[in-house]
T-cell receptor, first 115, second 112 residues
Framework: GAVVSQHPSRVICKSGTSVKIECRSLDFQATTMFWYRQFPKQSLMLMATSNEGSKATYEQGVEKDKFLINHASLTLSTLTVTSAHPEDSSFYIC???????????FGSGTRLTVV | DQQVKQNSPSLSVQEGRISILNCDYTNSMFDYFLWYKKYPAEGPTFLISISSIKDKNEDGRFTVFLNKSAKHLSLHIVPSQPGDSAVYFCAASRYNTDKLIFGTGTRLQVFP
């Protein structure tokens, strides 16, 4: 079946630095990529939607200058958390849809801890 | 505004019995619903889905029921197994949009 590889699985960074999270679709072309964030014991909250080759659409309340999303190819999307702060510590998950728009394939998630 | 809600944060069921997880939604424009299983520090795993033109979909031990008038769906797992212990999320999407809106999750524990 469809697989989305997400890296890193876990990252600890210092406050003020930037962190890049990658999601790759391994056996299909991900025309649409979704980025979610999950705080402990809470739901998965959609942050943004990106389509290959175009700018991401951010959900209300999500700072686009802080969470930079790049979807330059049909198999790779990245989320960069810029100038990270402790409150950005969370579990980030990507999800991809293929060109047929069938199903959602999730990555394995990235646990970000900002110290 | 939580458009998809799972009012039971946890559920404990004995092995072999039925597990029933509930989900309510407020947006009548939602027309496609999914259930996911999630372990800590992992991405969600798709279980089963249902479109609004149906009121029931079954796949092995998993059955999803949809009551559009009540804006309610439920996931039945029977028989429940210890390996089913996880957090279960329902999710909904609208026609012509790809966005999935997730519920708050229910932690299911199946004990021997």
């Amino acid at each position: 079946g469809a697989v989305v590889s997400q890296h890193p699985s876990r990252v600890i960074c210092k406050s003020g630095t930037s962190v890049k999270i990658e999601c790759r679709s391994l056996d299909f072309q991900a025309t649409t990529m979704f980025w979610y964030r999950q705080f402990p014991k809470q739901s998965l909250m959609l942050m943004a939607t990106s389509n290959e080759g175009s700018k991401a659409t951010y959900e209300q309340g999500v700072e686009k200058d802080k969470f930079l999303i790049n979807h330059a190819s049909l198999t790779l999307s990245t989320l960069t958390v810029t100038s990270a702060h402790p409150e950005d510590s969370s579990f980030y998950i990507c999800s991809a849809r293929d060109i047929q728009g069938v199903g959602y394939t999730f990555g394995s998630g990235t646990r970000l801890t900002v110290v | 505004d939580q458009q998809v809600k799972q009012n039971s944060p946890s559920l404990s069921v004995q092995e072999g019995r039925i597990s029933i997880l509930n989900c309510d939604y407020t947006n009548s424009m939602f027309d496609y619903f999914l259930w996911y299983k999630k372990y800590p520090a992992e991405g969600p795993t798709f279980l089963i889905s249902i479109s609004s033109i149906k009121d029931k979909n079954e796949d092995g031990r998993f059955t999803v029921f949809l009551n559009k008038s009540a804006k309610h769906l439920s996931l039945h797992i029977v028989p429940s197994q210890p390996g089913d212990s996880a957090v279960y999320f329902c999710a909904a999407s609208r026609y012509n949009t790809d966005k999935l809106i997730f519920g708050t999750g229910t932690r299911l524990q199946v004990f021997p």
